[in-house]
T-cell receptor, first 109, second 118 residues
Framework: GQNIDQPTEMTATEGAIVQINCTYQ??????LFWYQQHAGEAPTFLSY??LDGLEEKGRFSSFLSRSKGYSYLLLKELQMKDSASYLC??????????WGAGTKLIIKP | SAVISQKPSRDICQRGTSLTIQCQVD?????MFWYRQQPGQSLTLIAT?????????ESGFVIDKFPISRPNLTFSTLTVSNMSPEDSSIYLC???????????????FGEGSRLTVL
């Protein structure tokens, strides 16, 4: 079956750095996505990786290793507004999106 | 980007009734997607709605329970029929980036409709 694993919850301190991991087992691979979802709001797109390596976008970076079925989202200079759930999703060979359950990130002052 | 208006934003429903959720997009899109998100769970795709054809349902979802309309390129509805408490969830409408290639994967979501079935 297809599966995406990410931690259920993480806690970090304002101003620090946090890494949210995502491992996947899917039927084929056509890209990995990270979305941010604040409580009670819709998910919003953060990043897309289809080739191995690091994609940097401001305070957020996303890394992909296709051979390891592994990605991480790196958040730097954490702000209180970064408290949210972070969803990892993989597009499989049928171009279907497989979603992880999300990682709830709690930022403490 | 796409602006998606979804309503109702929330509702409390009685067991056995049906509720229709509306989704309006500010631009023309080929496919519209209906998702369900239960607390602490993954987003689960219910169906893909294409204009001018029947919706394509994912495993575990059937047209009788979740009828979908797609009368034009900017609008769709999802009905949750004969509701039970197990249908309590957030229902989300989404579209791919308008004008983009189909395999970019960037999705825009409506605000969601939080349904509670008593």
């Amino acid at each position: 079956g297809q599966n995406i694993d990410q931690p259920t919850e993480m806690t970090a301190t304002e101003g620090a750095i946090v890494q949210i991991n995502c491992t996947y087992q899917t039927s084929g691979f056509n890209g990995l996505f990270w979305y941010q979802q604040h409580a009670g709001e819709a998910p919003t797109f953060l990043s897309y990786n289809v080739l191995d390596g690091l994609e940097e976008k401001g305070r957020f970076s996303s890394f992909l290793s296709r051979s390891k079925g592994y990605s991480y989202l790196l958040l730097k200079e954490l702000q209180m507004k970064d408290s949210a759930s972070y969803l990892c999703a993989v597009r499989d060979s049928n171009y279907q999106l497989i979603w992880g359950a999300g990682t709830k990130l709690i930022i403490k002052p | 980007s796409a602006v998606i208006s979804q309503k109702p934003s929330r509702d409390i429903c009685q067991r056995g009734t049906s509720l229709t959720i509306q989704c309006q997009v500010d631009s023309q899109v080929t496919m519209m997607f209906w998702y369900r998100q239960q607390p602490g769970q993954s987003l689960t795709l219910i169906a893909t709605a294409n204009q001018g054809s029947e919706a394509t349902y994912e495993s575990g979802f059937v047209i009788d329970k979740f009828p979908i309309s797609r009368p034009n390129l900017t609008f769709s509805t999802l009905t949750v029929s004969n509701m039970s408490p197990e249908d309590s969830s957030i229902y989300l409408c989404s579209v791919e980036r308008p004008g983009g290639e189909i395999n970019t994967g960037e999705l825009f979501f409506g605000e969601g409709s939080r349904l509670t079935v008593l």
